[in-house]
């Protein structure tokens, strides 16, 4: 059994199309522990004002301060430990209130830092831009608060993390990315991607590697442990369970594979 992938319905009732738009505003936060790993359906930004602790996306440990955004994207594996007094907003949405695709926004990308530090010019912005959502009930005009929230952020966070956006800059790789993100469980071929895109594989190896430093299969193999690794440290489906999951017919070829690339067994790296 996998993840459990949690949908804003299940968060909150939710004012407009239950599946696309909300804003929350916590005073303080309603669940300051998860330590339950989930995956959410949807887009999160989440803005503290105040508290501390440790918020961990996909393995990766990040400190939770006043003017500290996190960005998460559908699929992520995410946990939390804050304090009781942790306040801040909680903007969730999908792709069907976006203007554009979410997966095509550099800052959602995989390979983009997850977290970003303001400073006070840009909290009070920001700030001011969640509160205007407070009262509105136009989609159409949401939709257009939503992309000032979305170009701000993602100013701030290219001239924060510079090196990030030379891998997502390639119209080309975003589309890549976005295509395995949907695909990588049943498709492990760098040729399948390439047809989507309507390249030769060749040609996608030769976008990843200059943008990125990395081939596309590269990119498939690093997608691929991921979620292998997700799955053995936050579940316990066993290993024949989680390389039929991941698209691998023979679970003895998983293990391979997983072995290859991370120096243990799947059961090795379960049990450290």
């Not at 959410?40 to 004002?49: A, G, K, P, V, Y």
């Not at 912005?125 to 170009?151: C, D, G, M, N, P």
């Not at 039929?244 to 799947?266: A, E, I, N, Q, V």
Request: charged residues 20%; proline residues 3%; glycine residues 4%.
């Amino acid at each position: 059994m996998g993840l459990p992938i949690i949908g804003m319905s299940d968060i909150v009732n939710l004012s407009i199309d239950k599946e696309a738009f909300n804003i929350i505003h916590h005073r303080p936060i309603n669940m300051p522990v998860i330590e339950a790993a989930h995956k959410h359906d949807f887009f999160m930004i989440l803005l503290i004002t105040k508290g501390s602790g440790t918020h961990t996306i996909d393995f990766r440990p990040l400190e939770v301060k006043e003017k500290v955004v996190f960005f998460l994207s559908p699929g992520q594996a995410h946990e939390w430990r804050m304090s009781a007094d942790t306040c801040g907003w909680q903007l969730m949405f999908s792709n069907k209130i976006l203007l554009s695709d979410g997966h095509l926004w550099p800052l959602f990308s995989p390979r983009s830092n997850s977290f970003l530090e303001l400073n006070e010019a840009q909290n009070a912005q920001l700030l001011h831009e969640l509160q205007a959502f407070k009262y509105e009930t136009s989609t159409s005009i949401i939709q257009h608060r939503l992309q000032i929230v979305l170009h701000l952020l993602q100013e701030w966070h290219t001239n924060a993390y510079p090196g990030d956006q030379d891998s997502v800059k390639n119209h080309i790789l975003n589309r890549f990315l976005m295509q395995l993100e949907e695909h990588y469980t049943e498709h492990h071929s760098v040729g399948f991607y390439a047809d989507k895109l309507h390249v030769n594989a060749s040609y996608l190896t030769q976008v990843c590697s200059a943008m990125t430093n990395q081939s596309a299969g590269d990119h498939i193999r690093e997608r691929l442990l991921l979620e292998a690794k997700r799955l053995l440290t936050l579940t316990d489906t066993d290993v024949k369970g989680i390389a039929y999951d991941l698209g691998f017919k023979d679970t003895s070829y998983f293990s391979r594979f997983f072995k290859k690339y991370t120096d243990l067994t799947p059961i090795a790296f379960r049990e450290q």
